[in-house]
């Protein structure tokens, strides 16, 4: 007997504003957002908890009402239905333009995987994840200019178990803040039927190009080589299995994020930036590089600057707003019994120089432009995705929290995820992507070695 396909495409349509909400718009891109041109693309799906649904409900009641309120939600949030227009020459700087009659790619599918499985803490197989990812469409190449777009949706169902959303973006479209205040809005849309509660207490999108660096737009474009996007008819980059990769998420109570930065404070008295996060990544860091056998490594935290700007930029700021703070070490410095001091220093202090530093978090240079140096030029670039201040666990469409939410995009590099806990915003959710022999490696070292700090 054949087995079932993994994944059954039921449909595949668009999804626009609604008529005549939207007008012709063009948010053009800041250097913030050219640094992401040439990146992978944002991937999370979110989990629900759904037993008693049938595929009759699933078709009929949910797939229409999540179409309704998206719809509704993109007259708000009008760049997500756009398209991102590249130039073919860098003196044109790229932007995000809407049209009426663009929308968003929007796949209703079915899966016979493994709900309990995907949902777990435990070791799974990376690529069974790639099944619930929607791609984004085909860019587009036009005499002057490449069209990509920006967003799209798969919405799966899992029979006799739940459902899954997932969401990609392209990065240029904007940050994690962005791109909450759009899931915030679409969920409450989708509890209630309408825009009337969102419009009332949720917080409507800052479009307004108040970032104004054109020297920093000149370099940033240069760096990221808009003429080869262009001529090389740019393809969005895709995550496809099968892999050798596996995800584990693991639970930081409050009692071992403390117990970490009360030892790190013990032993690094001088230290100038001690937080959850940098404590959280310095362990991490280590941990991973004794599981592996790099020569350099870099690791890199997105930096907020949203309320670190001179004048500070509305938390509602449309689009990225974020720098990278890059750390440089050699792996003998991060896997000695002081590793992860030594990464916890590294951090803490290139943190604190960035955030304290007297001419502003906005430099004029190329963030990447020390990444190789008398050391040599690393073998492996990582970093954090997510952030402990937005509670993605709060998407709640109507049919209560999240199971589970994950950060799929981590696979390209093999990055880390944190977020908050389901349960306690006081807890944390850590999510690791190595290969199968590195994370058979990582697991007992991470987990034998938090012993030592509770």
């Known amino acids: 007997m054949a087995s079932l396909p993994i994944l059954t495409i039921l449909e595949q349509s668009h999804v626009s504003p609604p008529p005549a909400t939207v007008t012709d718009a063009s948010l053009p891109l800041a250097f913030f957002d050219i640094l992401w041109l040439p990146f992978s693309p944002v991937h999370h799906v979110f989990f629900y908890e759904l037993p008693a649904a049938s595929k009759t ?9 999540l179409k309704q309120s998206l719809s509704i939600t993109l007259q708000h949030f009008f760049p997500f239905s756009g398209n991102l227009i590249v130039f073919s020459t860098p003196t044109l700087k790229p932007e995000i333009r809407y049209v009426n009659g663009d929308s968003v790619a929007f796949t209703v599918a079915e899966s016979t995987l493994d709900f309990n499985d995907l949902t777990g803490n435990h070791p799974r197989d990376c690529g069974k994840f790639y099944h619930l990812i929607p791609l984004l469409p085909e860019a587009t190449k036009e005499s002057d200019h490449v069209k990509i777009p920006v967003f799209s949706i798969q919405v799966t169902f899992f029979p006799n178990s739940g459902i899954s959303i997932g969401v990609t973006n392209h990065h240029t479209l904007g940050d994690a803040s962005t791109r909450f205040c759009f899931m915030k809005a679409w969920t409450s849309i989708a509890r209630t039927g309408s825009d009337e509660s969102f419009l009332a207490n ?15 737009d000149e370099l940033y474009l240069k760096n990221v080589g808009v003429e080869t996007i262009f001529s090389k008819g740019y393809q969005p980059p895709r995550l496809s299995g099968p892999t050798d990769k596996v995800r584990a998420t693991f639970i930081l109570t409050r009692t071992v994020i403390n117990g970490l930065k009360k030892w790190v404070s013990t032993q690094l008295p001088t230290l100038p930036y001690v937080s959850s ?20 490594e870099i690791f890199g935290i997105a930096v907020d600057c949203r309320a670190r700007m001179d004048p500070p930029i509305p938390a509602a700021y449309f689009g990225n707003c974020v720098v990278l703070c890059l750390s440089i070490a050699k792996i003998d410095v991060l896997t000695g019994n002081e590793g992860f001091l030594n990464a916890a220093k590294l951090l803490g202090e290139n943190l604190h120089k960035m955030l304290t530093d007297e001419t502003g978090i906005v430099k004029d240079k190329w963030p990447f432009a020390d990444s190789s140096s008398s050391q040599g030029i690393p073998t492996t670039i990582m970093g954090v995705a997510g952030t402990t201040k937005l509670k993605f666990y709060d998407m709640d469409y109507g049919w209560g929290k999240p199971t589970k939410y994950e950060t ?21 959710e850590l999510g690791v992507c190595l290969s199968a022999t590195e994370m058979e490696a990582f697991v007992p070292i991470f987990s034998k070695g938090l012993e030592a700090y509770l």
């Open 408 to 428: 799929i995009s981590t696979d390209y590099s093999d990055s880390i995820s944190l977020s908050t806990c389901k349960e306690s915003n006081e807890d944390l």
């Open 277 to 296: 996060l940098t404590v959280l990544c310095a362990y991490t860091w280590s941990c991973i590089a004794k599981s592996r056998n790099d020569e350099l």
């Open 202 to 216: 949720g917080t409507l999108p800052f479009f307004d190009r108040v970032v104004n660096y054109p020297k920093l």
């Open 57 to 65: 409900h699933f078709t009929e009641t949910i797939v229409p009402s």
